[in-house]
């Protein structure tokens, strides 16, 4: 071969190898890559974006998410292969929300994904009408506006309701058979989470129903926190029952913390509280409930339409005790409590 153009051998079907010329290769290979360009495209614009909202930051909720994504990978989508998710953290800045659910709907995501309480969700129902949002709710959904009933949600939300209302009546009574002498017991609430005001009275009911003195006090930041624990040393509260909320989540070590250095001995509203040093919890299993977010972002991806999936609700109640910490607060539980407790943490 020669000239400076006969450089490359190709083969030709029947011919065997045959020289190509500089000129043919590169057009042949400009043919390739246009056409393999489309393909490639394609399947990146065929890729789903999940949105995700949550009032909190990410901190120590990973084992969460991984809740999240068993669920998707029940549906045949794992994260950064087949699906991608983009995360929105508010921080505890509930006032954040809005302008996060609007980046959401801006970078028109698939589905959002707020699989943490009832104020992410109507801020994402606020920023869009057609977009589908799956939300997990502590609130009645009904009764937050979310969705029209539970068997049809109508709209374009639906999702799970994991029962907290209703639930600190039944942890009242819970560290009061504990605690049979306590003359008061405290009660923590976030003034900015939607169910404050329900809890509150729901508390105040089943209180004066048994005669229990009941303080409460409400807590914001951690500044707050370490207020309301110098509140409850100095009316000599004999225990106390945590409300539920992202802001308390975030902030379990310090609660545990202090409830341990002060020696008052408290119910909180999931296990994590106790696997953190907590004395006893009561409430959902928030895995198994982000589990079912999940499952339910995977099937809307499949094309699923969220008036058609009905209100998922949450039935799966634990209660776990630390039995180490109640040797800290040198308590001795009682055997009917040991007997009813989904785990016993040694």
Do not use: C
Not at 39 to 55: C, E, K, W, Y
Not at 245 to 269: D, E, K
Not at 272 to 297: C, H, I, P
Not at 303 to 308: R, V
């Amino acid at each position: 071969m020669q000239g400076a153009d006969l450089l490359y051998l190709a083969r030709d079907p029947g011919l065997g190898v045959r020289p190509m010329r500089r000129r043919e290769f590169i057009t042949l290979l400009g043919g390739v890559a246009v056409a393999a360009w489309p393909l490639a495209a394609r399947a990146q614009q065929t890729v789903p974006v999940i949105g995700f909202l949550h009032p909190g930051s990410l901190g120590e909720r990973i084992h969460l998410l991984a809740g999240l994504r068993e669920g998707l990978r029940a549906r045949g989508y794992l994260e950064g292969q087949n699906v991608t998710i983009e995360y929105r953290w508010a921080d505890d800045q509930f006032d954040r929300l809005p302008a996060l659910a609007a980046e959401l709907v801006r970078r028109r995501v698939s589905v959002i994904a707020a699989p943490a309480g009832t104020v992410a969700a109507l801020a994402a129902k606020s920023a869009t009408t057609t977009i589908p949002i799956i939300f997990g709710s502590e609130h009645d959904p009904v009764k937050a506006g979310l969705v029209a009933s539970f068997n049809r949600p109508e709209g374009n939300a639906t999702g799970v309701y994991f029962l907290s209302g209703g639930l600190a009546e039944k942890r009242l009574g819970l560290i009061r058979e504990l605690l049979p002498r306590a003359d008061l017991i405290g009660l923590l609430l976030n003034p900015d989470d939607p169910l404050t005001d329900v809890i509150t009275t729901e508390v105040h009911q089943a209180a004066s129903t048994v005669g229990q003195r009941i303080e409460v006090l409400h807590a914001s930041s951690s500044r707050e926190i370490d207020a309301a624990f110098a509140s409850l040393l100095q009316k000599r509260a004999g225990a106390f029952v945590l409300g539920p909320g992202a802001l308390f989540f975030s902030r379990r070590v310090q609660l545990v913390t202090l409830a341990t250095r002060h020696g008052i001995p408290a119910i909180y509203v999931s296990r994590e509280f106790v696997q953190a040093g907590g004395l006893m919890s009561y409430g959902t299993n928030l895995v198994e409930m982000w589990r079912q977010v999940g499952d339910y972002v995977g099937r809307v991806l499949k094309g699923t339409n969220p008036t058609d999936l009905p209100v998922i609700q949450s039935t799966k109640l634990e209660f776990v005790i630390n039995v180490q910490t109640a040797r800290t607060f040198d308590l001795e539980i009682p055997p009917s409590l040991l007997a009813r407790a989904d785990e016993v943490i040694e």
